[in-house]
């Protein structure tokens, strides 16, 4: 989405980059959606590779940063919530 | 601008969505657009253009029809999201947090894998929340955010204790995007017992009054995008809520990410709208509808409003435009007819992937 922004400022050229325009705006706004927790680009890249990698019971074996895709909620019943469900 | 037909299968869309759809689009091009500049300057929170939806009945879009609401699917509410971004990204991205706390209590309440007393307990708290959304116009919202540390992971650091008649809240939320102007916020928190670690699956679901005491709406705002989302710090001093105003019985809320995971996704379409607005954008801009009251003086000025003038190569303006004013598409495409890009009508993405105009026609454009 990024890239879609900033090709669409690299197309209109310079005068895109202008407040006067909402390209701009645009541009900065599309930035904002990689960062937002709880699918921040990253942690979506760690389950990715994590559960390319492992079997969802052997991601709390695996080497990396726990607080990615090894620890949360959303793995359910094979995750830390194993034992109230 | 891109019209719904132009990236969405319509048969495959309910008449009554493809309506509320094409009324996005007038709102939008009518209002929100013309006040996005305006509440991104300011970093101020669209609170016209709330009033516009709610007048539309918009905020009840994913509510379910029995209580008043439109019922619409998950899918469907997605693409009013995406279209409302098209004019303004703050506006659709802060609907989507009042919407999506609709949409949890709608969806999570169907899940397969709720007890009967569960469900049984559940069912009296979110029609209690739906229909005091639909009488009041009530704008939810759902910060969740703490700073720093990711919520699925660990428990929620606010935290409620059990007190006569309901809760008492205690924490902090960071980026509480409508801090301010919504009416109820949702507040996820870990329930902690004495002497016991707080644990994941003790968080908890309440729904505060934006005027409970406690509750307060401290810090700047002042950030590079998404500026009218106005997503300030909440922090809740012994917030008292009452049993009635818990949205989600005990236990429940674990159970609702591993079913549905997808549920965070209403953030995407947001984004979604804001490409396409960029592509819609372009291709307007490149086909010389952008009016020149909009650019720069600089544009405005140079000598090129004829039709025969050359565009300068390596120029900041666009080769296309030549900084005249707006001109209508067909009258353009008669002028032009040694410019390639400018015959297509590429105003989707299915038509972009196929022969977007800076890629098919790069000679032509340069010539034009």
Redesign the interface.
């Known amino acids: 989405?990024l890239e879609?922004?900033s090709?669409?400022i690299r197309?209109?050229?310079?005068?895109?980059m202008?407040?006067?325009?909402?390209?701009e705006?645009?541009?900065?706004?599309?930035?904002?959606?990689a960062l937002?927790?709880?699918?921040t680009s990253e942690?979506m890249e760690d389950y990715l590779s994590v559960l390319s990698l492992y079997d969802m019971d052997e991601i709390d074996n695996a080497p990396g940063d726990?607080?990615?895709a090894r620890?949360?909620?959303?793995?359910?019943?094979s995750?830390?919530?194993r034992?109230?469900? | 601008m891109s019209t719904i037909a132009d990236y969405y299968d319509l048969s495959r869309i309910r008449p009554e969505v493809q309506d509320v759809l094409a009324r996005i689009n007038v709102l939008g091009a009518e209002k929100f657009a013309p006040r996005a500049k305006a509440i991104d300057d300011e970093a101020s929170f669209p609170v016209e253009n709330y009033r516009d939806l709610a007048a539309e009945g918009f905020l009840g879009l994913t509510i379910p029809e029995e209580f008043g609401g439109w019922g619409f699917s998950l899918g469907e509410y997605a693409m009013v999201g995406a279209e409302i971004a098209k004019y303004c990204g703050a506006t659709a991205l802060t609907f989507n947090m009042h919407n999506s706390s609709m949409a949890w209590s709608r969806f999570m309440f169907d899940m397969p894998n709720l007890t009967p007393e569960e469900k049984a307990a559940f069912a009296p708290l979110r029609e209690r929340q739906f229909r005091r959304a639909i009488a009041e116009r009530a704008i939810y919202s759902q910060p969740i955010s703490e700073g720093g540390q990711n919520w699925t992971s660990k428990p929620n650091q606010t935290q409620c204790r059990k007190v006569d008649g309901g809760w008492k809240i205690n924490g902090f939320k960071k980026f509480a995007s409508l801090a301010g102007y919504c009416d109820y916020y949702t507040i996820v928190c870990t329930e902690v017992f004495e002497g016991q670690e707080p644990r994941h699956e003790d968080t908890m679901l309440f729904v505060v009054h934006k005027d409970n005491p406690g509750l307060t709406v401290k810090g700047d705002w002042d950030p590079l995008g998404m500026r009218g989302t106005n997503s300030r710090d909440l922090i809740l001093k012994d917030v008292f809520v009452a049993e009635e105003d818990l949205l989600m019985p005990r236990g429940i809320f674990g159970k609702t990410l591993p079913n549905f995971p997808h549920m965070m996704a209403t953030l995407s379409p947001t984004y979604m709208g804001v490409a396409q607005g960029a592509f819609d954008f372009t291709v307007d801009y490149l086909k010389g509808r952008i009016p020149a009251s909009r650019r720069s003086t600089a544009a405005c000025m140079r000598p090129s409003a004829s039709p025969s003038a050359k565009c300068t190569p390596g120029s900041p303006i666009s080769a296309h435009s030549g900084g005249r004013p707006s001109v209508r598409p067909r009258a353009c495409r008669r002028r032009r007819r040694s410019c390639a890009c400018m015959r297509r009508s590429t105003t989707s993405w299915k038509a972009c992937s196929k022969s977007p105009p800076w890629r098919s026609a790069p000679v032509a454009a340069s010539r034009c």
């Open positions: 989405m879609i922004t090709m669409a197309t209109c050229g310079g005068q895109s202008l407040k006067s325009l909402p390209l705006r645009m541009f900065r706004d599309s930035r904002c959606g937002m927790l709880p699918y942690i726990e607080g990615g620890n949360s909620l959303w793995r359910g019943a995750g830390q919530l034992s109230v469900r």
